[in-house]
């Protein structure tokens, strides 16, 4: 059995390298930026969007990845900005901040495609935009 071509399951959940000086805080949007690193998503054109912290991760006082941070993409309830309408079901999210999100492209970096807009937040599909970035992904000892 050849394993090109065939689908893999269950790479919904990333194990992230934190950039130095770096707090991540759980529930929060996670981008990485021009290195590679984990860091809080904002509003910045050079971010590539990773997930949602599933952990929280505190790499203030370390260097590029002495800490690490599980990430998790999928469907996630997001805050957002007054620029997001009921109307805009599958069109594309971008970074506002960590927590909120914005349709505003200008200055910011996409997360993802939006699948519903309601009173307490809007869920979008994070992790499908932008997938060119190098990853720092923690070595596997003995590996």
Known sequence: MT????????????VLQVAAGQELEQGT???LNAEGYAVP???????VIAGVAQ???????????AEVVSVRRGAFV?????????????KTAYMADAKTLTLTAEGSSPVGT???????????????MGMDITV????????
Do not use: F, H, W
């Not at 394993?3 to 990333?14: A, D, K, Q």
């Not at 807009?117 to 599909?125: E, F, I, L, S």
């Open 78 to 90: 997001m805050a957002a900005d007054a620029t997001i309408k009921e109307t805009d079901l599958l």
């Open 55 to 65: 952990s929280y991760a505190n790499n203030r006082q370390g260097a590029d990845g």
């Open 41 to 47: 998503a904002a509003k910045a054109v050079d971010l």
């Open 136 to 143: 720092n992904v923690p070595e596997t000892p003995g590996a």
């Open 3 to 14: 394993r090109i071509g065939n689908e893999r399951t269950g790479c919904s959940n990333l």
């Open 114 to 128: 939006i699948l519903e807009v309601a009173a307490d937040g809007v869920t979008v599909q994070v992790g499908t």
């Open 29 to 31: 949007m996670v981008a």
